[in-house]
């Protein structure tokens, strides 16, 4: 049985996480968390997640909107954020309430915001194998654990 720690990989993340920082020239980007509801899990996650944002010296803000948000008004928020040139990145925390047509907010979310891949564009990049585009948080950090612990084959080139 081998014992998968994500520490390690954690470490090697934020060396390049700062060395890129670095090359930024002061230019922090900004993520945006959009949560709708107070689900624990939720909250929790976000929380860690704005924590960890600003240990790397990364900037976020958390936009909570209540449950029983409108689709028609949740879609207007929505757009506001997507079209902030100040937001570089939003992570959308899901599943959304019923009244809400996810589908529709994936539709909507610009693809180079989309740093947890439901846009269908970076969807379809996933599939073909194009790197230009984002995967969802959670697979990739899997296989990051993967390769750093050589249970998947690293990358070439």
Do not use: H, W
């Not at 879609?75 to 939003?90: H, L, P």
């Not at 296989?143 to 070439?156: F, G, H, P, S, Y």
């Amino acid at each position: 049985m081998i014992i998968l720690r994500g520490a390690d990989v954690a470490a090697k993340i934020k060396e390049e996480i700062d060395e890129g920082i670095r090359k930024l020239d002061g230019c922090i980007p900004k993520l945006a968390i959009v949560r709708v509801g107070s689900r624990p899990d939720d909250v929790s996650y976000e929380r860690g997640a704005l924590k960890k944002m600003e240990k790397l010296g990364l900037r976020a803000e958390a936009y909570a909107f209540p449950e029983d948000i409108s689709d028609e008004e949740f879609k207007k928020e929505f757009s506001r954020i997507n079209g902030d040139s100040a937001v570089d990145g939003i992570l959308l925390l899901r599943p959304l309430p019923r009244q809400i047509r996810e589908k529709d907010i994936e539709k909507m979310i610009l693809p180079e915001k989309d740093l947890d891949g439901i846009s269908p564009e970076n969807i379809a990049k996933v599939f073909a194998g194009d790197r230009g585009g984002f995967a969802p948080c959670t697979a990739e950090a899997v296989i990051e654990v993967l390769k750093a612990n050589d249970i998947l084959q690293k990358e070439r080139g």
